[in-house]
């Protein structure tokens, strides 16, 4: 994979190990304002990563460095996923600008960059995050478009087992100990729709959206 180099001076040193790919949409009308934005000192913001539409990949930030594309997130505990993620960001116009289908081209390219990122870092298959799962108070990117279910297929994710217990789950209790944060449930049964039930975003946990729920639990031998 070719990388194009666009040092950001926005990061530090981080204070965790890293064990997360967090998948962010840029929410900017073109790969190249994105790139400037995320490399500009004035914006305070960055990612390790930045995939344009056709499949160009653009290196922000060095992978042993903490980039800043998190900011207040919550997953199993940890409030500071900046130091434990690597984030990547794929140009979309996101929904402020009219959100549209992650090309082909660019899906590939994050597939091959995130199969790197994981021998590397020894990423968790649990540990394939996108921004709306960490902060969904805040974010819905990647938003409901993009293919959970295809990488989970290639190892990079966790999907549903279909074949569903009948016992009973707390609903709250369920999500948090997957790792999400229910401060603002309403939110949370959101985010976890976008990303497992895409089809239905609607905030309500129905019998389908809970089936979901246990047979996540069937893929997870301990808490991811």
């Known amino acids: 994979m070719t990388l194009i180099q666009v040092p950001s001076p926005n990061f530090n040193e981080r204070a965790l190990d890293v064990n997360t790919i967090l998948i962010h949409y840029t929410d900017m009308p073109t790969a190249q304002k994105a790139v400037h934005w995320l490399s500009n000192p004035l914006s305070q913001v960055s990612a390790h990563y930045l995939i344009d539409e056709e499949g160009?990949?653009?290196?922000?930030?060095?992978?042993?460095?903490?980039?800043?594309?998190?900011?207040?997130?919550?997953?199993?505990?940890?409030?500071?996923?900046?130091?434990?993620?690597?984030?990547?960001?794929?140009?979309?116009?996101?929904?402020?600008?009219?959100?549209?289908?992650?090309?082909?081209?660019?899906?590939?390219?994050?597939?091959?960059?995130?199969?790197?990122?994981?021998?590397?870092?020894?990423?968790?298959?649990?540990?394939?995050?996108?921004h709306s799962d960490v902060a969904p108070r805040r974010k819905q990117d990647p938003g409901h478009l993009f293919?959970?279910?295809?990488?989970?297929?290639?190892?990079?994710?966790?999907?549903?087992?279909?074949?569903?217990?009948?016992?009973?789950?707390?609903?709250?209790?369920?999500?948090?100990?997957?790792?999400?944060?229910?401060?603002?449930?309403?939110?949370?049964?959101?985010?976890?729709?976008?990303?497992?039930?895409?089809q239905k975003i609607d905030g309500i946990f129905n019998e389908e959206t809970i089936s979901l729920l246990k047979g996540l639990f069937k893929t997870i031998e301990k808490p991811i």
């Open 56 to 130: 160009q990949t653009y290196q922000l930030v060095r992978e042993e460095k903490r980039a800043w594309h998190a900011g207040e997130s919550y997953w199993q505990g940890c409030t500071d996923l900046n130091s434990c993620s690597i984030g990547i960001e794929l140009a979309n116009r996101g929904h402020h600008y009219g959100y549209l289908p992650f090309p082909i081209a660019q899906i590939n390219a994050l597939l091959r960059l995130c199969e790197g990122i994981k021998k590397r870092w020894y990423i968790p298959t649990s540990r394939f995050l996108g």
């Open 147 to 198: 293919p959970w279910k295809t990488f989970a297929k290639e190892g990079l994710g966790l999907w549903p087992n279909d074949n569903i217990s009948s016992t009973e789950i707390d609903i709250l209790d369920a999500l948090s100990t997957i790792g999400y944060e229910t401060v603002s449930p309403s939110h949370t049964f959101f985010a976890f729709q976008r990303h497992f039930q895409p």
